[in-house]
């Protein structure tokens, strides 16, 4: 499996994540290991539904940085 950046966000219930590269692929967990378990089955549960309907699966291009702000 190639490697897709996945953006994680706390919410009132735990975490949920989503991956830039692979509109409408999301999940949710309530640890943040949780959520990253789950975003790898979702992933690879996006990608093998693209390739059944024939459609193309998208290249990761995403990168993260993180970038530290005065509070």
């Known amino acids: 499996m190639k490697n897709y950046s ?8 735990g975490y949920s994540a989503y991956s830039p590269d692979l509109p409408g692929c999301a999940s949710t967990g309530r640890t943040r290991e949780e959520v990253e ?3 790898r089955e979702a992933i690879q ?11 193309e699966v998208p290249e990761p291009g995403s990168y993260s940085s993180s970038v530290h702000g005065t509070a």
């Open 37 to 39: 378990a789950n975003m």
């Open 45 to 55: 549960f996006h990608i093998d539904g693209l390739r059944e309907e024939g459609y």
């Open 6 to 13: 996945i953006i994680i966000e706390k919410t009132s219930t």
